[in-house]
């Protein structure tokens, strides 16, 4: 977790001389990106959020969208999938269950804008979290046989963290 001091030069070194490009043939390929997803097959349930664009200019937006799952009985999910409109200023999404109404509450409070804001979680510790997306992860996948269970009648609540800068 510590840097030498010798690396410590290199990078003072490569700063002072105007961070010079390394041999692009020794860079790794370009990832590309499936804008439909990475899981194959045909989801079973899809929870798209309301159009937002983010305002975050000079500071963070964790902004929070509640749709409501519309399921009559438990059901359990074996995979995940996050799949941000733009991938460019989204740092990170993070999906909930809400069974206590809480979320859709909070969502109420400022009619005709989509969602509402919260750092540090969703508003509730009842929420159940599901999963989450970080730029480069892989779609999470359950063992056979495993599964996480989302409550009949839950709220599903997906925040996203928009990083100062990412306005769009």
């Not at 043939?25 to 804008?35: E, K, M, Y």
């Not at 995940?80 to 460019?88: C, D, H, L, S």
């Not at 909070?106 to 970080?134: C, K, N, Q, R």
Request: aromatic share 8%; hydrophobic share 35%; with cysteine.
């Amino acid at each position: 977790r510590l840097l030498s001091l010798t690396d410590i030069k290199k990078i003072q070194d490569w700063v002072a001389g105007g961070t010079p490009q390394g041999d692009p043939n020794l860079a790794p390929p370009v990832p590309t990106f499936n804008p439909n997803g990475d899981l194959p097959g045909t989801p079973d349930m899809v929870t798209p959020i309301p159009h937002f664009t983010s305002t975050a200019t000079t500071g963070d937006v964790y902004q929070c969208f509640v749709v409501p799952s519309g399921l009559s009985a438990d059901k359990y999910i074996s995979a995940f999938e996050a799949i941000p409109g733009n991938r460019n200023i989204v740092h990170h999404v993070l999906v909930y269950a809400d069974t206590t109404g809480t979320c859709a509450g909070l969502d109420a409070v400022s009619p005709g804008v989509p969602g509402y804001v919260s750092f540090g979680g969703v508003g509730t510790d009842e929420a159940i979290m599901l999963g989450g997306w970080v730029p480069g992860t892989q779609p999470m996948k359950m063992p056979d046989s495993f599964g996480i269970r989302i409550p009949k009648n839950a709220d599903i609540v997906i925040q996203i963290h928009y990083p100062a800068g990412s306005v769009g």
